[in-house]
């Protein structure tokens, strides 16, 4: 079974200011693909970026970019420009080609200081 | 939007008693996800059915069951309740796309409930 580990239950960050969410993962899949959702207070699970192990380049959205490290089988998360609506938790998920199911780590619970 | 609905949204329920959480999507989606979701644990998959005619066990089944009334309706049930299925749920969908790979999971807003 697929291990997903998010080690830091809890980041907090400056608003406008970047915050760095680690994600690491067990597979031996050469391809795959990971995900990170944010959950606000509002409990809605919100898709925030997707990324394909075959794809060298790091998925962007605005401002949450990701930084795979395939051979290290790590995949974080950066805020950049952070604002209020950002206070959430976010879960890092993995998923195996042809295999619908999603594996969650713990999530990390970001709050954002005005 | 609201394309994923879950019903109730918080339930207090006693031990022993049978209660059904129920999904409805309007999405269209053939796929369609109950996860579970516990702190420290993150969400971990009860059922799941890619058609109504298919359903299939997740990594946490035992004590759950679910049926899939049609299309867009997916329901979980315990059949007796016990305090440690407390926790939050969540249904999700997924539409089957041309692209391998490309598939995503959209995701309802959570039934809580508690098991007294």
């Known amino acids: 079974a697929q291990t997903v580990t998010q080690s830091q239950p809890e980041m907090s960050v400056q608003e406008a200011e970047t915050v760095t969410l680690s994600c690491t993962y067990d597979?031996?899949?050469?391809?795959?693909?990971l995900f990170w959702y944010k959950q606000p207070p509002s409990r809605q699970m919100i898709l925030v970026i997707r990324q394909e192990a075959y794809k060298q380049q790091n998925a962007t959205e605005n401002r949450f970019s990701v930084n795979f490290q395939k051979a290290a089988k790590s995949f974080s998360l950066k805020i950049s420009d952070s604002q209020l609506g950002d206070a959430a938790m976010y879960f890092c998920a993995y998923r195996r080609p042809n295999d619908y199911k999603l594996s969650f780590g713990a999530g990390t619970t970001v709050t954002v200081r005005a | 939007d609201a394309d994923v609905t879950q019903t109730p949204r918080n339930r207090i329920t006693k031990t022993g008693k049978r209660i059904m959480l129920e999904c409805s999507q309007t999405?269209?989606?053939?796929?369609m996800y109950w996860y579970r979701q516990d702190p420290g644990l993150g969400l971990r998959l009860i059922y799941y059915s890619f058609d109504v005619k298919d359903i299939n066990k997740g990594e946490i089944s035992d004590g759950y069951s679910v049926s899939r009334q049609a299309q867009a309706k997916f329901s979980l049930s315990l059949e007796s309740a016990i305090p440690n299925q407390t926790a939050l749920y969540f249904c999700?969908?997924?539409?089957?796309?041309?692209?391998?790979?490309?598939?995503?999971?959209?995701f309802g807003p959570g039934t809580r409930l508690l098991v007294l």
């Open positions: 597979t031996s899949e050469s391809d795959y693909y």
């Open positions: 999405k269209g989606h053939d796929r």
């Open positions: 999700a969908t997924s539409d089957f796309p041309s692209v391998v790979g490309q598939e995503t999971q959209y």
